[in-house]
């Protein structure tokens, strides 16, 4: 499979990129040899509470994105080559023997999490999982999510996928795990790049109901649902690009990665820098280092903190009320750029927040949850209701540059390398006040890249893979990508 440039190029690709707080389909098409980015297609995605456990609703997210599908196909006529998904990590569906999904998907954010991480350990050591596989320690990892799911009466036998590779099989494509995403589960040795049989023997797990491994950049066959009816769909390809959203927003990054430290800045805040083999040290355990798949065979290092979850969660609390109920002279919300620059004016908090309380995990009320942390460190809490939302954005933006600040001296540590700039991408790189925080803290610049470089990252393995008659993609051939899409314009 290959596309050669062409100055009469026709040919279109899709790229899904699943959210925790929304997920998009964008459409790349080129007008000559210029490209440009369509997002024809977004929607709010969050967990649902079904009384007793948060889950995903696979059913709306999976119309949703038939509709995007359809809508590209109208945008398109000349044709689509290629389709491929990136998402969140950690979360799995289970599959019945028609490999249809049994059950709702469990949210990584359930509480189920915490006492199978108790459970787990009590058999293997969480010391031993990091050196074995250099996960970070978390309740969210798949290894936990899958010892909870006895609790909750799913067979064990049951084959297992990833979200962004169900959305992949739900389009017609096998059952797969792609290595960036599956890393991310604690089940891999590094070292093999294959499933840790030991850990699955260890905690009793099926290796049987676990995907097959395969490579960023691998072609996994035609379209095979009915959507492939439409002119536009036929012969189209299915691709798994790095699977992880993380991993796809590191390789939309056109910069040399020697010298810079990436910020992916969205619901969760990750940074790091790429390594070529894992750093599994009880340091780097210690400071919540984690170490997952990058495309094209390199090493994401990086720790992760709440990051824009916070203030979406306070949002969430401070939507506008009905009028008949919005008491007089009292606020009705606030808007996201509205919010950051009432927060710019204020003067920096005394005290910052301790971005790892369990207690900012779950969805619900977080101001309060905010006030209840500073309550209990005998500091003064916020005022209430919505008129205080300045005073917690700000409250949050610093805290989050104090904790870059914090990650890139312990990079430096780690590795015995610092970066001399931070490359923020993802929603977050829009807030140019949080920018300029990190930038005081951290006394290193804080470069832009593209808020949507998982969708740019996506789009650029997909064209890395087509341009050659083998599965899997180098960083060198995703760098020749990224520059053939340089100057795409986003619409």
Same mark, same amino acid.
């Given at each position: 499979?290959?596309?050669?440039?062409?100055?009469?190029?026709?040919?279109?690709?899709?790229?899904?990129?699943?959210?925790?707080?929304?997920?998009?389909?964008?459409?790349?098409?080129?007008?000559?040899?210029?490209?440009?980015?369509?997002?024809?297609?977004?929607?709010?995605?969050?967990?649902?509470?079904?009384?007793?456990?948060?889950?995903?609703?696979?059913?709306?997210?999976?119309?949703?994105?038939?509709?995007?599908?359809?809508?590209?196909?109208?945008?398109?006529?000349?044709?689509?080559?290629?389709?491929?998904?990136?998402?969140?990590?950690?979360?799995?569906?289970?599959?019945?023997?028609?490999?249809?999904?049994?059950?709702?998907?469990?949210?990584?954010?359930?509480?189920?999490?915490?006492?199978?991480?108790?459970?787990?350990?009590?058999?293997?050591?969480?010391?031993?999982?990091?050196?074995?596989?250099?996960?970070?320690?978390?309740?969210?990892?798949?290894?936990?999510?899958?010892?909870?799911?006895?609790?909750?009466?799913?067979?064990?036998?049951?084959?297992?996928?990833?979200?962004?590779?169900?959305?992949?099989?739900?389009?017609?494509?096998?059952?797969?795990?792609?290595?960036?995403?599956?890393?991310?589960?604690?089940?891999?040795?590094?070292?093999?790049?294959?499933?840790?049989?030991?850990?699955?023997?260890?905690?009793?797990?099926?290796?049987?109901?676990?995907?097959?491994?395969?490579?960023?950049?691998?072609?996994?066959?035609?379209?095979?649902?009915?959507?492939?009816?439409?002119?536009?769909?036929?012969?189209?390809?299915?691709?798994?690009?790095?699977?992880?959203?993380?991993?796809?927003?590191?390789?939309?990054?056109?910069?040399?990665?020697?010298?810079?430290?990436?910020?992916?800045?969205?619901?969760?805040?990750?940074?790091?820098?790429?390594?070529?083999?894992?750093?599994?040290?009880?340091?780097?355990?210690?400071?919540?280092?984690?170490?997952?798949?990058?495309?094209?065979?390199?090493?994401?290092?990086?720790?992760?903190?709440?990051?824009?979850?916070?203030?979406?969660?306070?949002?969430?609390?401070?939507?506008?009320?009905?009028?008949?109920?919005?008491?007089? *002279?009292?606020? +009705?919300?606030?808007? #996201?750029? /509205? @919010?950051? =620059? !009432?927060?710019?004016?204020?003067?920096?908090?005394?005290?910052?927040?301790?971005?790892?309380?369990?207690?900012?995990?779950?969805?619900?009320?977080?101001?309060?949850?905010?006030?209840?942390?500073?309550?209990?460190?005998?500091?003064?809490?916020?005022?209430?209701?919505?008129?205080?939302?300045?005073?917690?954005?700000?409250?949050?933006?610093?805290?989050?540059?104090?904790?870059?600040?914090?990650?890139?001296?312990?990079?430096?540590?780690?590795?015995?390398?610092?970066?001399?700039?931070?490359?923020?991408?993802? *929603?977050?790189? +829009?807030?140019?006040? #949080?920018? /300029? @925080?990190? =930038? !005081?803290?951290?006394?290193?610049?804080?470069?832009?890249?593209?808020?949507?470089?998982?969708?740019?990252?996506?789009?650029?393995?997909?064209?890395?893979?087509?341009?050659?008659?083998?599965?899997?993609?180098?960083?060198?051939?995703?760098?020749?990508?990224?520059?053939?899409?340089?100057?795409?314009?986003?619409?």
């Amino acid at each position: 499979m290959s596309l050669a440039p062409s100055s009469q190029r026709s040919e279109s690709l899709v790229a899904i990129d699943l959210g925790a707080e929304s997920c998009r389909v964008s459409l790349l098409r080129w007008t000559g040899l210029t490209p440009s980015i369509r997002m024809v297609h977004r929607f709010a995605n969050s967990p649902v509470w079904d009384g007793q456990h948060f889950r995903w609703d696979l059913a709306r997210i999976c119309r949703e994105l038939e509709e995007g599908l359809r809508t590209c196909a109208d945008l398109a006529p000349e044709g689509i080559v290629s389709i491929g998904v990136t998402g969140w990590a950690v979360d799995y569906v289970r599959l019945d023997a028609a490999g249809k999904s049994l059950a709702q998907p469990f949210c990584y954010r359930d509480q189920r999490n915490n006492a199978a991480m108790e459970a787990v350990h009590a058999r293997i050591p969480a010391e031993t999982l990091y050196a074995r596989t250099g996960v970070h320690i978390q309740t969210i990892n798949t290894v936990y999510q899958l010892w909870a799911d006895r609790a909750c009466g799913l067979p064990e036998q049951a084959l297992w996928v990833n979200l962004p590779e169900y959305i992949l099989h739900w389009l017609g494509a096998p059952v797969i795990a792609e290595y960036s995403n599956a890393t991310h589960t604690g089940l891999i040795d590094p070292e093999r790049r294959e499933w840790d049989e030991g850990i699955f023997r260890q905690l009793g797990f099926s290796i049987a109901a676990a995907p097959r491994l395969i490579d960023s950049g691998t072609a996994l066959g035609p379209l095979r649902c009915d959507l492939n009816r439409l002119p536009a769909f036929t012969g189209t390809q299915l691709i798994a690009p790095a699977c992880h959203d993380t991993a796809s927003a590191v390789a939309g990054i056109r910069a040399r990665p020697d010298s810079w430290a990436y910020l992916s800045s969205g619901t969760w805040s990750l940074m790091g820098v790429l390594l070529n083999s894992t750093l599994r040290t009880p340091e780097a355990m210690r400071d919540g280092f984690t170490n997952l798949g990058a495309a094209g065979g390199q090493v994401l290092f990086h720790s992760s903190a709440h990051g824009m979850w916070l203030l979406r969660q306070c949002l969430n609390i401070w939507e506008p009320l009905p009028r008949s109920t919005a008491g007089a *002279g009292s606020r +009705r919300g606030w808007e #996201l750029a /509205e @919010l950051i =620059a !009432a927060a710019r004016q204020l003067s920096p908090p005394e005290h910052l927040l301790d971005l790892d309380d369990p207690a900012f995990v779950p969805p619900g009320d977080m101001p309060a949850r905010i006030n209840d942390q500073l309550r209990r460190r005998g500091l003064a809490p916020l005022g209430g209701g919505c008129d205080a939302a300045p005073q917690f954005a700000n409250l949050i933006f610093h805290s989050l540059a104090s904790r870059y600040a914090s990650l890139l001296g312990q990079i430096a540590e780690l590795t015995g390398k610092r970066p001399q700039s931070i490359c923020v991408v993802g *929603g977050g790189s +829009r807030n140019d006040y #949080l920018n /300029e @925080l990190t =930038a !005081a803290r951290a006394a290193v610049p804080v470069e832009r890249g593209p808020a949507e470089s998982s969708t740019l990252g996506n789009f650029a393995i997909q064209w890395a893979r087509l341009q050659q008659d083998h599965d899997g993609v180098s960083p060198e051939s995703i760098c020749a990508a990224l520059t053939h899409l340089a100057g795409a314009e986003f619409v």
